[in-house]
Nanobody, 122 residues
Framework: QVQLVESGGGLAQPGGSLRLSCAVDRRTLDYYAVGWFREAPGKEREGVACIEKDKIPEYSDSVKGRFTISRDNVENTVHLQMNSLKPEDTAVYYC????????????????WGQGVQVTVSS
C-alpha cells in the first residue's frame, strides 16, 4: 500500500510563495514518478509538475518558470516550491504516484494524497 501525505498549503498574496511537501516511502521514491496536480473549483484536475528519479522534471506551461519540483532523498519527500503566485493558482493540490514515467494522463496514477488547499488572494 502506497501512502502519500501532503502538507504546506495555505494562503498567500499574489506574487508570494508557498512550498508544498509530499511525504512518501523510500520504495515509492526509488521506483515511481511523483507528480503534483491541482483542482480548481469547477475545473478538472490538471497536472502541474512531475519528477522521476534521475530525470529532468516536467512542468505545465502555466507554472513553468515559477514552480520547482524536487526530491529530498533523505526525508523521502517531494517538494513543490511555488513562487510568483497568481490568483489563478488557487486550487486544491494533490500529489500522485503509482506510475514509472511521468504522464499527463491522470487515470494511470493509482495513488493519491488527501490534497491541500492553496489560496492566492490579496
Amino acid at each position: 500500500q502506497v501512502q502519500l501525505v501532503e502538507s504546506g498549503g495555505g494562503l498567500a498574496q499574489p506574487g508570494g510563495s508557498l512550498r508544498l511537501s509530499c511525504a512518501v516511502d523510500r520504495r515509492t521514491l526509488d521506483y515511481y514518478a511523483v507528480g503534483w496536480f491541482r483542482e480548481a473549483p469547477g475545473k478538472e484536475r490538471e497536472g502541474v509538475a512531475c519528477i522521476e528519479k534521475d530525470k529532468i522534471p516536467e512542468y505545465s506551461d502555466s507554472v513553468k518558470g515559477r514552480f520547482t519540483i524536487s526530491r529530498d532523498n533523505v526525508e523521502n519527500t517531494v517538494h513543490l516550491q511555488m513562487n510568483s503566485l497568481k490568483p489563478e493558482d488557487t486550487a486544491v493540490y494533490y500529489c500522485g504516484t503509482g506510475i514509472v514515467r511521468c504522464t499527463p494522463t491522470l487515470d494511470v496514477y493509482g495513488y493519491w494524497g488527501q490534497g491541500v488547499q492553496v489560496t492566492v488572494s490579496s
